[in-house]
């Protein structure tokens, strides 16, 4: 079975950076492509980012676009979210999760992912 585990997150402050891991665990992760979801206390989860087992093709939700970037490193069985100029609506709990096949036709829907990670969290504040 897949495993997924999340990393890097912690405290930061307005305007700084963190960089988020995915490590996958049980297979190797080059077949699988990845979203990263976020849940802020009291909000609904939300997609994030999208990268494709390839890594060929990318996503982003717009409020994290030209501040987040995606990557992966099948090598190393990981996905990073690189995230700058963090702001503080971006803290929430970070979820990484893949779906049973290499591709979902609606990236951002919790139900077409079938692992998840444990969460890491993420903190903006000043």
């Known amino acids: 079975q897949l495993q997924l585990v999340e990393s890097g997150g912690g405290l930061v402050q307005p305007g700084g950076s963190l960089r988020l891991s995915c490590a996958a665990s049980?297979?190797?992760?080059?077949?699988?492509?990845i979203g990263w979801f976020r849940q802020a206390p009291g909000k609904e989860r939300e997609g994030v980012s999208y990268?494709?087992?390839?890594?060929?093709?990318?996503n982003y939700a717009d409020f994290v676009k030209g501040r987040f970037t995606i990557s992966r490193d099948n090598a190393k069985n990981t996905v990073y979210l690189q995230m700058n100029s963090l702001k503080p609506e971006d803290t929430a709990v970070y979820y990484c999760?893949?779906?049973?096949?290499?591709?979902?036709?609606?990236?951002?829907?919790?139900?077409?992912?079938?692992?998840w990670g444990q969460g890491t969290q993420v903190t903006v504040s000043s």
């Open positions: 999760a893949a779906p049973k096949r290499g591709t979902v036709q609606a990236i951002y829907n919790s139900y077409a992912y079938d692992y």
């Open positions: 990268i494709s087992s390839s890594g060929r093709t990318t």
């Open positions: 049980g297979f190797t992760l080059d077949t699988y492509a």
